[in-house]
């Protein structure tokens, strides 16, 4: 089992930063992949970006490229997402999740944590 607690949300003006975190506990992450989601409220989940435990350059979406860095800290096993910025429109809850780096669904989830993008 991998357990995460996302941190760091809050309100920000339109153009400021946040930065989120996402603690893991649990297992030794090197075979996996962590990834940050977002969901708007009535809109599905949107996959915003991953890097892999071990290495290997992060992932975007286009919507969030140069905008949001993603990194992780391995010995404190906390994975980060860096938003600067921000526009009214990355308002969300965002989750990070894990998965095995062979497996192409995540099977780990954290409760989220609120994003609010003030205009």
């Known amino acids: 089992q991998v357990q995460l607690v996302e941190s760091g949300g809050g309100l920000v003006q339109a153009g400021g930063s946040l930065r989120l975190s996402c603690a893991a506990s649990?297992?030794?992450?090197?075979?996996?992949?962590m990834g940050w989601f977002r969901q708007a409220p009535g809109k599905e989940r949107e996959f915003v970006g991953n890097?892999?435990?071990?290495?290997?350059?992060?992932y975007y979406v286009d919507s969030v490229k140069g905008r949001f860095t993603i990194s992780r800290d391995n010995a404190k096993n906390t994975l980060y997402l860096q938003m600067n910025s921000l526009k009214p429109e990355d308002a969300a809850v965002y989750f990070c999740?894990?998965?095995?780096?062979?497996?192409?669904?995540?099977?780990?989830w954290g409760q989220g944590t609120q994003v609010t993008v003030s205009s």
């Open positions: 890097i892999g435990w071990s290495g290997g350059t992060p």
């Open positions: 649990g297992r030794t992450l090197s075979n996996y992949v």
């Open positions: 999740a894990a998965r095995l780096a062979i497996h192409r669904d995540y099977n780990y």
